[in-house]
């Protein structure tokens, strides 16, 4: 849990924007911020009060005191986090979109405090990101060690690189969007961080996870093969779904939010 001598609140700094009754989290990824969200909010304001922040990891977050990688091993620090900011703001139960490493965050802060959500909206999730045996992650370990010691060995080089494998290169707005996010992120918790998050394996943590899940997946991502939403499907023990939004890479909220919109929409039931 962040050593808060400030609240969570500001730590993390959280707004709650829209006019709805019911809320809505939502939850950034890896080298992100709550910016990689701005083109939903138009719509999601109208329906419910939206919740957004940053992790202290981002470079959105000005104190770099705030996060401590020593502390954040697992996604069980984040998951702590994640219920002080909504035990503080009074959140009635809520429905939580996580992005890529957050959609793990939300399954295990919803072991933990089920009766903070309604729902769980996975975007680009993975419980394990290196193939093993019959699995498939999407990465062997070298690749893995790649990114790793790229990070390591030269991060600016890296963030210039990375953006244009992992969002849609005919979008180069979002590919520049993500490439300056990536750069604010400092360096020294970039690698702790995706090591923490790419060497992860919660597959065995799917069947605590008894809330309702959406498994949001884009039909073209490098990161994150079609077949992991399936697998995560059929472990999770709550129901669960698959929806699939029509693009290429792993930031389907920069590239294709209108689509992603269509299938929140159709899954909680409001009209875009």
Request: aromatic share 8%.
């Amino acid at each position: 849990m962040v050593a808060l001598e400030t609240s969570p609140r500001a730590a993390m700094n959280a707004r709650t924007v829209g006019s709805g009754s019911e809320t809505m989290v939502l939850a950034h990824g890896f080298g992100g911020d709550q910016s990689v969200w701005d083109k939903l909010l138009p719509c999601l304001t109208q329906h419910y009060q939206v919740v957004v922040f940053d992790w202290t990891f981002s470079g959105a977050v000005q104190d770099p005191n705030l996060f401590d990688p020593t502390k954040y091993t697992s996604y069980d620090a984040f998951a702590d986090d994640l219920i002080a900011l909504m035990d503080e703001l009074h959140l009635k139960p809520s429905v939580f979109v996580g992005h890529s490493m957050s959609a793990m965050i939300g399954c295990v802060a919803s072991i933990k405090r089920p009766q903070l959500f309604t729902r769980l909206v996975l975007v680009s999730a993975s419980p394990r990101y290196i193939n093993i045996d019959d699995y498939e992650g999407g990465f062997d370990e070298a690749g893995i060690d790649g990114i790793i010691s790229s990070i390591e060995s030269n991060y600016e080089n890296w963030t210039s690189i990375f953006p244009t494998l992992v969002v849609d290169n005919s979008d180069p707005a979002s590919v520049e969007h993500m490439g300056r996010s990536l750069k604010r992120m400092r360096r020294e918790f970039a690698a702790p961080l995706a090591k923490m998050v790419f060497c992860s394996d919660e597959r065995d943590m799917l069947d605590k996870v008894t809330t309702p899940c959406t498994i949001i997946q884009t039909t073209n991502d490098i990161v994150v093969p079609c077949s992991v939403g399936h697998y995560m499907q059929k472990k999770i023990k709550g129901k669960s779904t698959v929806e699939m939004v029509h693009t290429t890479g792993h930031f389907p909220q920069l590239t294709a939010h209108l689509e992603l919109l269509a299938v929140l929409g159709r899954v909680l039931g409001f009209e875009i």
